[in-house]
Each structure stands twice: as C-alpha cells, then as structure tokens.
C-alpha cells in the first residue's frame, strides 16, 4: 500500500507516500473537526445567548448527549464494524451526518431553533462519529504496513488534536458571527468532504469484502465482555484511564463557565482555550513516540503533570494562565493516547481488534456524561476556579493506580510493551 518515496534522501511523510492513509487520515480530521467546532459552538451558543438561568446544567447536558452514543452503541458499533465493509461504515457515517448538519443549518436559517432540535442534532452526529471512530482505528493495518503501525496511531491520534485546534478555533467564532446556521452549514460541508474523500479509497481487504464479510466463513468473534477478560492487564488501564476521564474531559464544560464568569470574555476567548488544548495534543501526538518510559509510568507521570496543570488557573485567574495551563494538559493527552493506542494495537489479538476499540471508546466515554452533567449542575453553584481544582485533585488517584499496574502479567495480555515493540511485524501481520 505505501511506498518507499524519498525527498532528498529521506523518507517522505506516511500521509504523503500512501496516498489511501492520507485521504481516510484527512477525512477524520474533518470529521472530528466538524464535531468539536459544533461541540464548541453549540456549547458556547447555550451559555451566552440560548440560556438565562442553569447556563453550567444546560451546558453539561448537552455534553452528555453528544457523548452517550459511544457508550450505549459499543456492542451495535462493534458487529457493524466486524461484519461490513469498513470503507463503506466510514463513508455512510460521514454522509448520514453532513446531512444532519445541513439540515440543522436550513432549520435554523428559516425560522427560531427550538433546544430539543440542537440536542437532537447532536445526538445524531455523535452517533455517525460513534462508529467512524472505531472504524477507523480498527482499518489503520488494512491501509499501511507493518513498520508504520506506531507512526500511522500518532496521526490518527493526532486528528483529535487537529480537530480540538481547528474546530475550537471556528466554532465559537463562527456562533458569534454566524449563529447555528452558520455553525450548521460549516459542519455540514466537513462532512460531506470527508464522505467523498473516503468513498475514492480502496482498502487491503479480501475480494468482495466491499459489499460485506461473509459471517459463515469468517471465525466465530468474542462478545465484548469476553474481549475484555481475556485481557486483564488492558482491561485494569481502561479502569484507570476511565476514572481519570471523569476529571478530564470535564475541561470542556469548564472552559465556556470560565470565560464567562471568571474572564468575562466572548467566543474569541473560547476559541484561544480550546485551541490551546488542541495546540499542546497535537505535540503531543507526534512527540510522544519519542517519550521514554513503559507505557503505564509514563502515563502516569503525564497525568500527575495535568493535575498541576489544571490546578493553575484555580490558584491565579487569568486569560494566558488557562492558555498555557491547556497547552500542557493536552500535551499529555496526546502522550497518553500514542503510547497507550500502540500498546493495544499490539497486545489486542487480530480477531478481537473491531470488537475491542468499539468496547474502549465506550469504556472512556462512559465518564464524559457523568462529568458533564456533574460538573455542569456544580458549576451552577461553585466558582469555575474551584472546579479547575477540584479536576486536579481528581487525576491524582488515578494517576498513582496508573503507577502502581507494572507490566503484564500473564500471557492472556500478551508480550509486555517492550517486547511488543520487537515483536511488532509478527504481531500486526498476524492480521493480514
């Protein structure tokens, strides 16, 4: 599938020599651009024109909405994905929510935007993303080879960091000047880019996989809760991981409440925070291949650092404080996400792999809407400074927990992660 191109005697970047990477690569950067900058924007649109009163609830139940399909999907996601053609869930996903995203856009362009509609919009497109996601992450080997499994996980990754920056940047923004239907309409053409995008790629598939796998002739696949105890070193991580993500992802519910009420900023404000956060994942992202350490210290160490950094802005109020505080939050996202993604990707069996990264999207995403509503009715009633505290006291659990796993330990789980990283082209070809 790639080539061994070469620009002045070095080896050109993996979204440039395999061209089939590259495109289904831009179309999630697209996707979960288009998800944020709404996210971001609807978010904002709640706390400073749609909402008087309840403005911390409003918002952190419309966060819950736009991530309970990944949590309540995982088993529908993973048969979906097993059992079809993995171009043709990415491509359907990606049309199916360009034309919600339009059709929200004409709603609110024609006449008054009731809330049910912009909450029913989100859950739709949350549920598109709910299953480009894991597809996505499940056909990384389908379209590069082995050698580029870890560089390939930190561009993938890296989308989440690209989206958080573009989408942030945008989303606020554009409700400021623009309203919903503007938000709507920009979304809606992200969508229907990365549709076409995907739709002009061939994948590394069996012949006639395009139109479907056959169930009879393909192994007998493991439910999710089978998936998972045949990996009790993976599955106590998650554990970890899923904890520190009741801390962590409410920063998007945060950051609107804190500019609001703290800085006494608009959607400019919102937009520099997020892309913050965006800005310091996408370093991340790319950097933390080169992050020394086993998986489990180092995640550690990067979630005892975010705690200090969300602490900041608790302890001094301040526009640049949060800024920077944000960068470095999201730098360790990004580590986390690389080395911990790479590490499954190699411990996770073939067979199990749909199976498996549907199961951990929803196992990740199933502290975001309790986080959300949390600290969504907390922010009603405490300052946004104490909740930037009462985040970083959070992570510091988790991150001892993290700490305290060591390595595998038995054979269910795999090689340890070093061995891994020697055993890469035996594991990932088992695959093909």
């Known amino acids: 599938m790639s080539t061994p191109l070469m620009d002045g005697g070095r080896r050109r970047p993996l979204v440039l020599r395999n061209r089939a990477f590259g495109a289904v690569w831009l179309s999630q950067v697209l996707t979960q651009a288009a998800v944020r900058m709404f996210q971001v924007g609807v978010s904002w649109w709640l706390v ?28 529908v996601v993973a048969r979906v994905v097993a059992r079809s053609a993995h171009r043709s869930v990415l491509r359907t996903a990606a049309a199916v929510a ?38 996505l992450t499940t056909s990384v080997p389908e379209l590069v080879d082995d050698e580029d499994i870890e560089t390939a996980t930190g561009f993938e990754l890296s989308t989440q960091s690209l989206a958080g920056l573009g989408g942030a940047l945008l ?26 995008l995907v739709a002009g790629v061939r994948f590394r598939t069996a012949p006639g ?21 045949g990996l009790p070193y993976v599955r106590r991580i998650l554990v970890c991981f899923t904890a520190a993500n009741l801390f962590t992802t409410a920063v998007f519910v945060v950051i609107p409440l804190y ?36 998986p489990t210290v180092t995640g550690a160490c990067c979630l ?36 911990f993604v790479a590490l499954f990707q190699r411990l996770v069996p073939a067979a199990d792999k749909p199976g498996f990264f549907a199961v951990m999207q929803a196992v990740l995403g199933a502290s975001f809407p309790v986080a959300s509503l949390l600290f969504g009715l907390a922010g009603d009633h405490l300052s946004a400074r104490t909740l930037c505290l009462v985040q970083a006291a959070g992570l510091l659990p988790a991150a001892v927990a993290l700490a305290l796993l060591g390595s595998p330990d038995g054979p269910a789980d795999g090689p340890g992660p070093s061995e891994a990283a020697d055993r890469a082209p035996e594991t990932v070809g088992s695959e093909r």
């Open 304 to 339: 005892a650092l975010m705690a200090g950094a969300l602490a900041l802005p608790g302890l001094f109020a301040g526009r640049l404080v949060f800024a920077a505080s944000l960068v470095v939050a999201g730098w360790c996202v990004g580590v986390i996400g690389v080395r």
């Open 98 to 135: 360009g034309a919600v995203a339009v059709a929200l856009a004409v709603w609110a362009w024609t006449s008054g935007l009731p809330l049910p509609a912009v909450y029913a919009a989100t859950l739709a497109l949350a549920t598109c993303q709910a299953f480009f996601d894991p597809c």
């Open 259 to 294: 500019t609001r009420t703290v800085l006494g900023d608009g959607g400019s404000t919102v937009a520099l925070l997020e892309a913050s956060l965006g800005c310091g994942t996408l370093i991340g992202s790319f950097t933390g291949a080169r992050v020394p350490g086993r």
């Open 209 to 229: 996989s395009d139109e479907g796998t056959d169930p009879a002739g393909a192994p007998e696949r493991r439910t999710l809760r089978a998936i998972l105890g």
């Open 48 to 75: 400073a024109y749609a909402v008087d009163g309840g403005r911390g609830l409003a918002s952190g139940l419309f966060m819950a909405v736009s991530t309970l399909p990944a949590v309540a999907l995982a088993p």
């Open 171 to 196: 989303g606020a923004v554009t409700v400021d000047r623009a309203g919903v239907a503007g938000l709507g309409a920009g979304c809606g053409a992200a969508y229907l880019a990365a549709a076409l």
